[in-house]
Each structure stands twice: as structure tokens, then as C-alpha cells.
């Protein structure tokens, strides 16, 4: 249904989204399609989106490709972030996280895009069952931007999952 009609970024946005939650790859290919016919402009909510798209359909290089081409701006730390994601999902882990470091030491970085860069490094951590790294990005991330509400909630959450209450507790209530 989305499909049909006047198409801007909102709604491919939204298809995009919606053919992500039920994987559907075809449909997913054919928005990729569309997109890509108007990706002469440099127009950085598009290139964010086919970044997106491209990564969900595993084109992983095409990915790399069209984050780096988001220009500099407000949208330029989330493509940085989304492009560790797509660098670690190709098994290029050590550039996925000196991307997530650069970002975490970043000076010119907003507080919200260090904090993020901190739970995409746990997270990926996490997936890795790398139990002592994703603690440590907690860590460094609280010993940066102490009482972060993200980041506490984030680790309350992963003490919660190896089952050590008090921590968690501790870390919900502060």
C-alpha cells in the first residue's frame, strides 16, 4: 500500500521500515531501485536512507559507499555510526571499532552522538558475546559522560542478563 501513490522520503522511509520488520527482500530491492534513480543530489536524508537499505540487503560495500557520501551536517555522525554497524557486519571488526573510537573522541562530537557511539560499540560487543568489551565500552562511556542516562540504563540492563541483580538495581536507581 505504501508503494502506491506520491512517493517522498517519509514514505519510502516508512516502506523501508516496514519491509525490514518482515523481511521482505524483494520489496526491499525494488525501493533500493527507486531510491538509487535519484541519488545524483546530494541530498543526505537519501543517501542515509539507500545506506540503510543497502546494508539490510547485504550489499555491504554499496553500504560503505553511500554512508561516506553523506555530506558534512547534522546527518553525518549517524552515517558514521551506521557505517561501523555495516564494517562489523563484514567481519571488518577493527575498523568497526576504531570508527566507533573515532566517534567516542571525537571533540567536535555532540554529547548524544559520543553516547551513541558507546551502546553501538557494547551492542556489537555484545552480539559477539564479548562479554568483557561491552562492559568496558559501558565504562569508558560513563568515565566520559558520567551519569549518562543511556548508557546506565544500557548496562543495568546487561546486568540484568548475566543475572547480577545488585548491579542492576544499583545502576536503575542512580
Known amino acids: 500500500v505504501l508503494a502506491e501513490g506520491p512517493q517522498d522520503l517519509q514514505t519510502r522511509v ?6 525490514e520488520r518482515i523481511d521482505n527482500q524483494a520489496a526491499m530491492r525494488r525501493l533500493y531501485t527507486e531510491l538509487q534513480a535519484g541519488s545524483q543530489q546530494p541530498d543526505p536524508n537519501q543517501r542515509l536512507l539507500l545506506g540503510q537499505v543497502a546494508h539490510s540487503l547485504k550489499l555491504h560495500d554499496e553500504a ?3 554512508y561516506d557520501g553523506v555530506p558534512g551536517g547534522a546527518l553525518r555522525p549517524v552515517a558514521r555510526l551506521r557505517k561501523a554497524a555495516t564494517l562489523h557486519a563484514m567481519g571488518r571488526k577493527d575498523e568497526a571499532f576504531a570508527a566507533l573510537r573515532a566517534l567516542q573522541n571525537d571533540e567536535e562530537a555532540e554529547d548524544e552522538v559520543a553516547r551513541d557511539a558507546y551502546l553501538a560499540e557494547a551492542e556489537l560487543r555484545r552480539k559477539a558475546a564479548d562479554r568483557a568489551g561491552e562492559f568496558d565500552a559501558y565504562a569508558r562511556g560513563l568515565a566520559a559522560l558520567p551519569d549518562e542516562i543511556g548508557i546506565l540504563y544500557a548496562r543495568a540492563l546487561a546486568w540484568e542478563r548475566i543475572d547480577d541483580i545488585a548491579r542492576a538495581e544499583a545502576d536503575l536507581r542512580k
Open 14 to 19: 516508512l516502506r523501508a521500515a516496514m519491509c
Open 64 to 66: 560503505l559507499r553511500w
